[in-house]
């Protein structure tokens, strides 16, 4: 136990340092990444201002969302991606099975998915270190936007959802890797789960402003990746706790226990079928 | 008991059949045809501990998914192995701790760090002691002649400097067998030799069992007695070194030096002429013919000086895989 939890250490380690080799690249990226959410909020400003339904209280509200509910579901659901969003696992899965990459795991005492997995928490601490300046700034920019103070067992409650969703965004893009074992190019259906993500987990617009199709949304894994802890802030029915937040919080452990499942069910058969062409 | 024992070991790829042009690429979206390669085709063999056995065939003969069976990279489609004691494809930990796959044309270094970043994850997936670690460094890198380079990010390093980096990574956790596929292809003659003199001193010394495939003869007989000549996905010949040339070579090379400063015109009568050199020739003839061409040449000729020797392992093996599609047997002497 303590030589696995020492070996794991310094995966992280190694892979931190590696992440570090081209840390001017990385944070350029980061930085980058932060374009659109500046267009975003002038986006949803435009959509606002030519909105002509009023609520009670004679705010314009689009679907029960005013306009300051929106820029901070927005910021929340843009909060919630970047634990849940993978770039390059399944790609890079995909080109360690065609390139023979994959041999490591296979003839060296390591598990594949347990080394991808610390690979990509160092992936994502360097990713926070560089982040968390413009996050925290845009944050504070749009505080008013925010409609409450969240309390401590609450707050818990989106910190849990937030790793969840990291373990439900990783389990899922690698599950997508590992069909590479069997297709070996898996860069369209990347392409297809990655527009699909970006509509059904809440990423792009609420998942209550899909009408009936969101009733059906809500019982795929997918909203688990940036519409659950935007709902836990914004505290939408179904998302506080005494009121169904608790189930909700375990229907995500129990995906996340499927999708291990899955995940090494599709190992186990991949390498059966592999067969290490090319030298 | 052997460390290698290999019974009835078969591996079918079934692979996808692109007939040439567009048209037959539309029809495969329709209509796939599939046929089924036999990379490796019943083959047995035993390789005894501390044993170093060279693997030896032509490209897509087989050697590579012989030794990616053993290392439990890939599933047999028949047939056993017992491999220290470990069936390969069941990929227990207690078999990866003890073997090492090389492969000379893959790195499994970090492309961007120190080598010695590498080896501390080895370190830490195979589970060493640190102070072996430390001696098993300092060792591998002396022998290796590597000392100041492990510091030095991979990319950085030539491609010789980079496979003295695998080796010693491959070697770090003392694994009792060696699988190495064509560990020296693309190096240089200094690199080249660096390496076979490192496995060389490193086998004798540990009695390890080392199994390696090499289009390089100077590796193979430089390093190994005993060599599995495999193609076609089957063996056609398992045994010491040095009988290959005899068993498969059907021609020998007669030197002759011929008294006076010239040779003779019609020395194609004797036999193909391979190089002449005035007086000296070399003649290229028919195993069987040999005595008769020697008497016909003592004869004819004053000579000073002549020798037969058998054709060098690379032209005998060249003969061999030029022409695979007979049977091997029929060219017993």
Same mark, same amino acid.
């Given at each position: 136990m303590l030589a696995r939890a020492r070996t794991n250490w310094v995966i992280l380690k190694t892979c931190l340092e590696e992440r570090f080799v081209y840390r001017a690249d990385f944070a350029f990226a980061t930085l980058v990444r932060f374009l659109p959410i500046l267009t975003q909020v002038f986006l949803w400003g435009a959509i606002y201002a030519g909105a002509t339904a009023q609520n009670a209280s004679g705010e314009t509200e689009l679907n029960n969302y005013t306009y300051h509910e929106m820029i901070a579901y927005y910021l929340l659901a843009m909060l919630a991606r970047a634990f849940s969003s993978m770039p390059g696992l399944a790609s890079g899965i995909a080109r360690d099975v065609r390139d023979g990459t994959v041999k490591k795991y296979l003839t060296q005492p390591i598990d594949m998915l347990g080394y991808l997995f610390w690979h990509r928490i160092a992936h994502k601490l360097v990713y926070y270190v560089i982040a968390t300046g413009p996050f925290a700034l845009v944050f504070f920019l749009c505080r008013n936007y925010f409609p409450r103070a969240l309390d401590g067992p609450t707050f818990l409650a989106l910190v849990l959802a937030l790793m969840m969703g990291f373990l439900t965004g990783f389990l899922i893009e690698a599950l997508i890797g590992l069909i590479s074992f069997w297709f070996l190019e898996v860069s369209s259906l990347l392409f297809i789960y990655m527009m699909l993500n970006y509509f059904l987990s809440g990423h792009m617009i609420p998942l209550d402003w899909l009408g009936p199709i969101g009733a059906w949304v809500q019982f795929l894994p997918f909203k688990y990746l940036a519409y659950v802890p935007a709902a836990i802030v914004l505290g939408k029915p179904g998302y506080v706790l005494g009121g169904g937040l608790e189930q909700q919080l375990v229907i995500e452990a129990t995906w996340i226990s499927v999708l291990l499942v899955l995940n090494r069910i599709a190992f186990a058969r991949g390498v059966r079928r592999y067969g290490a062409f090319g030298g | 008991?052997?460390?290698?024992?290999?019974?009835?070991?078969? $591996?079918?790829?079934? %692979?996808?059949? $692109?007939?040439?042009?567009?048209?037959?690429?539309?029809?495969?979206? #329709? !209509?796939?045809?599939?046929?089924?390669? !036999?990379? %490796?085709?019943?083959?047995? #063999?035993?390789?005894?501990?501390?044993?170093?056995?060279? #693997?030896?065939?032509?490209?897509?003969?087989? $050697?590579? &998914?012989?030794?990616?069976?053993?290392?439990?990279?890939?599933?047999? &489609?028949?047939?056993?192995? &017992?491999?220290?004691? !470990? %069936?390969?494809?069941?990929?227990?930990?207690?078999?990866?701790?003890? #073997?090492?796959?090389?492969?000379?044309? $893959?790195?499994?270094?970090?492309?961007?760090?120190?080598?010695?970043?590498?080896?501390?994850? !080895?370190?830490?997936?195979?589970?060493i002691e640190s102070d072996q670690f430390d001696r098993r460094i300092q060792e591998l890198t002396e022998l290796l002649e590597v000392e100041d380079l492990v510091g030095q990010p991979v990319r950085e390093l030539s491609l010789g400097e980079r496979m003295r980096m695998e080796l010693i990574a491959a070697l770090l956790h003392s694994p009792d067998l060696l699988l190495l596929d064509e560990p020296t292809i693309g190096l240089d003659v200094v690199s080249q030799r660096k390496v076979q003199q490192f496995l060389k001193y490193y086998q004798k010394e540990r009695q390890i069992t080392v199994l390696l495939t090499s289009h390089y003869m100077k590796d193979v007989e430089a390093l190994c007695q005993r060599a599995i000549i495999i193609?076609?996905?089957?063996?056609k010949h398992d045994g010491p070194l040095e009988e290959i040339v005899d068993r498969f070579s059907q021609h020998k090379v007669i030197e002759v030096q011929f008294a006076g400063a010239d040779v003779p015109e019609d020395l194609e009568r004797y036999g193909e002429v391979l190089e002449t050199l005035p007086p000296r020739a070399k003649l290229r003839v028919p195993r069987q013919d040999v005595p008769t061409t020697l008497n016909a040449l003592l004869d004819r000729f004053t000579i000073e000086d002549i020798s037969v020797a058998d054709r060098p392992l690379e032209e005998a093996m060249a003969e061999l895989f030029t022409d695979s599609g007979k049977d091997s047997e029929t060219r017993l002497p």
């Open positions: - | 008991m052997p460390a290698i024992s290999v019974r009835n070991l078969s $591996k079918i790829y079934r %692979v996808f059949r $692109k007939r040439e042009g567009l048209l037959a690429s539309i029809r495969g979206l #329709f !209509h796939r045809e599939y046929e089924s390669i !036999h990379a %490796v085709d019943e083959i047995d #063999f035993e390789v005894q501990r501390g044993e170093m056995v060279a #693997f030896l065939g032509p490209n897509g003969a087989g $050697k590579t &998914t012989t030794l990616k069976l053993l290392s439990g990279l890939i599933f047999p &489609t028949g047939g056993d192995a &017992t491999v220290l004691g !470990h %069936v390969p494809w069941k990929r227990e930990n207690a078999y990866r701790r003890r #073997f090492s796959l090389v492969m000379g044309q $893959k790195n499994q270094l970090w492309w961007d760090l120190p080598a010695q970043e590498s080896f501390r994850l !080895h370190k830490e997936i195979y589970r193609n076609e996905g089957q063996i």
